[in-house]
């Protein structure tokens, strides 16, 4: 593979890693959210 | 939270396969790869416009607010997935055509897409009275999803556009290569989950926050 098309898949992945990390941490936020108003 | 685990696995396989496994496309070369993430983000942009209008359609039939609250975050949602379909056709048309922009008619139809539904926020913000703002803009996203099968199918076909179609309308044929093919529709599921993922976490958050104002105010 080229060295410029790694170096576009490294991005991407490491963008999509990122944001799906951020997108789990949300949701857990929202999830302790939810069980505090339950307490 | 097994789903999204899955959904991470699952995407990040995408990813990789798009580059690693699935061959370069006929005469778009390596660029022709973008359609993995283009027409999933195009499609989801589509389907999250239609829910916001059936879930508008349901607030004018029953007044429920959590109606209008799931139509706001579909819109929303809608939006975010039209903007990535701009970006990354943006992308591919600089290394196709030269440039980023060129007004052919799939961009500008896409811009009007944008600009009217931007408008459906801005009528949201102008609102105070939350029953006049679900009633006002129930009724703006059902009038603003008759123009998306029109902005979306219909004008960049009335027009000559360079925009390539995976459907060739003349003969009825979809030319994909086999292993391009199961990327695709892996992509189209993987970004079928994420709508569905980020939708549930914004209804969630959206729904809390209403039961802490409706706390507040008694």
Redesign the interface.
């Given at each position: 593979?080229?060295k410029g098309?790694s170096f576009?898949?490294a991005v991407?992945?490491v963008t999509?890693?990122g944001l799906?990390l951020y997108?789990?941490r949300?949701?857990l936020k929202?999830r302790e959210?939810?069980r505090r108003?339950e307490i | 939270m097994l789903g999204?685990l899955i959904?991470?696995v699952w995407?990040?396989g995408v990813?990789?396969a798009s580059?690693?496994y699935m061959p370069a496309t006929q005469g778009l070369g390596?660029m022709g790869r973008i359609i993995v993430y283009h027409v999933p983000a195009a499609w989801i942009a589509v389907l999250a416009y239609l829910m916001a209008m059936v879930n508008s359609l349901g607030y004018l039939r029953r007044g429920q607010l959590h109606l209008d609250r799931q139509a706001q975050v579909n819109a929303e949602l809608g939006t975010v997935f039209c903007l990535l379909a701009t970006v990354t056709g943006a992308i591919w048309s600089r290394g196709a055509w030269g440039q980023y922009w060129n007004w052919d008619p799939r961009q500008t139809s896409i811009a009007v897409l944008l600009m009217i539904y931007a408008a459906y926020f801005v009528l949201r913000s102008a609102i105070d009275d939350p029953d006049r703002k679900a009633r006002l803009s129930a009724v703006y996203a059902v009038l603003a999803f008759f123009t998306v099968p029109f902005l979306v199918f219909i004008v960049p076909r009335i027009y000559f556009s360079l925009h390539p179609d995976l459907i060739n309308l003349s003969d009825r044929s979809f030319n994909m290569d086999s292993r391009m093919l199961k990327v695709f529709l892996a992509s189209l599921a993987g970004f079928t989950g994420l709508y569905a993922?980020?939708y549930k976490?914004q209804i969630?958050?959206e729904n809390?926050l209403y039961?802490l104002e409706m706390k507040r105010s008694e």
């Open positions: 593979m080229a098309l576009v898949l991407t992945l999509w890693i799906f997108i789990l949300v949701d929202v959210a939810e108003e | 999204p959904l991470g995407m990040t990813i990789i580059f690693l390596v993922w980020l976490i969630r958050l809390l039961r």
